[in-house]
């Protein structure tokens, strides 16, 4: 996957995270909008799409870990599963606002938790801060 077909994948997400929001603003008569409720659509959209951005560089992380097996015969594509990555967090973005605190900590702290662990195990082998292994 080339950088232009990435980038306007990215640009796909940001537009439905836009008219998301646009719908849920409006509610069912999905129409024109003043100036402010408008400011807030594209605040709301660009907030859940730099949340997604930052999910999808994670997951972009655990793809290099994946590429870096040599016993795997096919190699995920990063820039694909980025952008998957990326679709799937800006959709739980849009979606979590609609949940509590508590709930989003219960399940968004363990799996950061996890990933944490992941990368820096991963550093941790390809460095040899523990020896070779």
Same mark, same amino acid.
């Given at each position: 996957m080339?950088?232009?077909?990435?980038?306007?994948?990215?640009?796909?997400?940001?537009?439905?995270?836009v008219?998301?929001?646009?719908?849920?603003?409006?509610?069912?008569?999905?129409?024109?909008i003043g100036?402010?409720? *408008?400011?807030?659509?594209? !605040?709301?959209a660009? $907030?859940?799409? %730099? +949340?997604?951005? /930052?999910?999808?560089?994670?997951?972009?992380?655990?793809?290099?870990?994946?590429?870096?097996?040599?016993?795997?015969?096919?190699?995920?594509?990063?820039?694909?599963?980025?952008?998957?990555?990326?679709?799937?967090?800006?959709?739980? *973005?849009?979606?979590?606002? !609609?949940?509590?605190? $508590?709930?989003? %900590? +219960?399940?968004? /702290?363990?799996?950061?938790?996890?990933?944490?662990?992941?990368?820096?195990?991963?550093?941790?082998?390809?460095?040899?801060?523990?020896?070779?292994?």
């Amino acid at each position: 996957m080339g950088r232009v077909p990435f980038l306007i994948g990215v640009g796909l997400i940001w537009g439905l995270l836009v008219a998301g929001e646009w719908f849920r603003v409006t509610g069912s008569n999905f129409g024109a909008i003043g100036f402010e409720d *408008m400011r807030s659509v594209l !605040f709301w959209a660009s $907030t859940s799409m %730099a +949340g997604a951005v /930052v999910v999808g560089m994670i997951g972009w992380f655990i793809v290099w870990i994946f590429r870096s097996y040599e016993g795997l015969e096919r190699r995920p594509c990063a820039k694909r599963m980025t952008l998957l990555v990326t679709g799937i967090a800006a959709c739980m *973005m849009f979606l979590i606002r !609609f949940l509590s605190p $508590t709930t989003i %900590a +219960g399940y968004l /702290v363990p799996t950061l938790s996890i990933i944490l662990v992941s990368v820096v195990f991963y550093l941790a082998g390809t460095k040899h801060w523990l020896g070779r292994w």
